[in-house]
């Protein structure tokens, strides 16, 4: 069955360093890819979404993430974290001809001063 | 103007009793989901309808029971509530093909004394 898996459950960066969030999906064919944001005592909001449009896919709120079929990988990244990117991320896929979207188990990003 | 919207935010209630939540989507999506989110943030679907009719019916007990008047409401009961069903759900919706997202609602957390 498909799934989805995230490295690391709480990840800790300075303020204004690098974010690298980790996600490998186990399909060999690829599915469809999101990444979501979720704040404290709110529901899930898209980041962004893969399409085969192009390997590299920019997101709001300067969050990009790239797509790596050799490697299974669809890692989020942003090249300064700020104070108000602390929050759940996660990363999700729909495999084709599915209609449900999985969920991983979710990273805990924390932004240090 | 809320996309998708669900009531009550906050649900207290004993054990044994049976309690609904409502969700209403004004996207003009086909497909509509309960997702339930437990104390370690991880989301499990549970039921996914496609104008109003079950198209996904994950392992949940039979005491849940969704309902979908018509395609932009899909309502969830649940009858004899046990301590293990405290968790927050949320409510989703998207169009039904490949890369259509999931738009969330903000979630109903539901405590069972």
């Known amino acids: 069955a498909q799934s989805v898996t995230q490295l690391g459950s709480h990840v800790s960066v300075s303020e204004g360093a690098l974010v690298l969030l980790r996600c490998n999906y186990s399909?060999?064919?690829?599915?469809?890819l999101f990444w979501y944001v979720q704040y404290p005592n709110q529901g899930l909001q898209l980041l962004l979404k893969y399409t085969s449009a192009a390997t590299l896919v920019k997101g709001i709120n300067g969050f990009e993430a790239e797509f790596k079929k050799s490697e299974t990988s669809f890692h989020l990244t942003k090249p300064s974290a700020h104070m108000s990117d602390a929050a759940e991320y996660f990363c999700?896929?729909?495999?084709?001809?599915?209609?449900?979207?999985?969920f991983g188990s979710g990273t805990r990003l924390s932004i240090r001063p | 103007d809320t996309a998708v919207s669900q009531t009550p935010k906050y649900l207290v209630t004993q054990m044994g009793n049976d309690k609904s939540i409502k969700c209403e989507q004004n996207l003009g999506h086909d497909t509509m989901y309960w997702y339930k989110q437990d104390s370690k943030k991880f989301l499990k679907i549970m039921f996914s309808?496609?104008?109003?009719?079950?198209?996904i019916n994950e392992t949940v007990p039979n005491r849940f029971s969704p309902k979908s008047p018509d395609k932009a409401h899909l309502n969830l009961h649940i009858n004899s509530l046990e301590l293990g069903d405290s968790a927050v759900y949320f409510c989703?919706?998207?169009?039904?093909?490949?890369?259509?997202?999931?738009?969330f609602g903000n979630g109903t957390r539901l405590t069972v004394t």
């Open positions: 309808y496609n104008n109003k009719e079950l198209i």
């Open positions: 999700a896929v729909r495999p084709l001809g599915a209609s449900k979207i999985i």
């Open positions: 399909s060999s064919v690829p599915p469809y």
């Open positions: 989703a919706s998207s169009e039904d093909r490949g890369n259509s997202p999931l738009h």
